[in-house]
């Protein structure tokens, strides 16, 4: 059974660099079956779609977001990783893995909560 | 960039009541690319509903989906206790992917 799990630092000062790996077990990154994604939600609200890997490396970012996320695929270790460049307190958000396929996304990872604060 | 629109924000209903949730997109979406998810607090999203009607692995039979072109539904024939929890319904078309702000149900 495929599981995802985020993990990162839950505390990012302002201005700096979030940075999220998802750790994927029972299953093969490298799948073309597959595309993997990373889609966050802030306190109290809904889910925001962040950006889309697939196996051949090419992404999909949120057009909102574009100028500041990188996400790649880390393939020797099943994992793959976000990084958001100079982050604010709008940032503050939990953020999910998932594996997509189709044109939706399943599993998710359980969700690791990013605080952006000085 | 497709925009999805879910009514009502918050529906109040009793165990053993239909559930009829909304999700309208501001143009046309592929079927084959709308899809439904159900999150509880402190839980991840959980798919239900793939392809506008197909049920997710796992899904009890009374989640349904409907729907083609800018107007989809998600019912739930008869409330269960734990179906109460916040629906997505989300979008993939043109190397973009939306989801609707979502729709709460709550025990009346």
């Known amino acids: 059974q495929l599981q995802l799990q985020e993990s990162g630092p839950g505390l990012v000062k302002p201005s700096e660099t979030l940075s999220l790996t998802c750790t994927v077990s029972?299953?093969?990154?490298?799948?073309?079956?597959?595309?993997w994604g990373w889609i966050r939600q802030p306190p109290g609200k809904g889910l925001e779609w962040i950006g889309t890997i697939y196996y051949s490396g090419n992404t999909y970012y949120n057009p909102s977001l574009k100028s500041r996320v990188t996400i790649l695929l880390g393939t020797s270790k099943n994992h793959f990783s976000l990084k958001l460049s100079s982050v604010t307190a709008a940032d503050t958000a939990v953020y999910y893995c998932?594996?997509?396929?189709?044109?939706?996304?399943?599993?998710w990872g359980q969700g690791t909560l990013v605080t952006v604060s000085s | 960039e497709i925009v999805l629109t879910q009514s009502p924000g918050t529906l109040s209903l009793s165990p053993g009541e239909r559930a009829t949730l909304s999700c309208r997109a501001s143009?046309?979406?592929?079927?084959?690319?709308l899809a439904w998810y159900q999150q509880k607090p402190g839980q991840a999203p959980r798919l239900l509903i793939y392809?506008?009607?197909s049920g997710a692995t796992g899904i009890p039979d009374r989640f349904s989906g409907s729907g083609s072109g800018t107007d989809f539904t998600l019912t739930i024939s008869r409330l269960e206790p734990e179906d109460f929890a916040v629906y997505y319904c989300?979008?993939?078309?043109?190397?973009?992917?939306?989801f609707g702000q979502g729709t709460k149900v709550e025990i009346k």
């Open positions: 143009q046309s979406v592929s079927s084959t690319y």
């Open positions: 989300q979008q993939y078309g043109s190397s973009l992917w939306t």
């Open positions: 998932a594996r997509g396929r189709g044109g939706w996304f399943d599993p």
């Open positions: 029972g299953g093969s990154i490298s799948s073309s079956d597959y595309y």
């Open positions: 392809g506008a009607s």
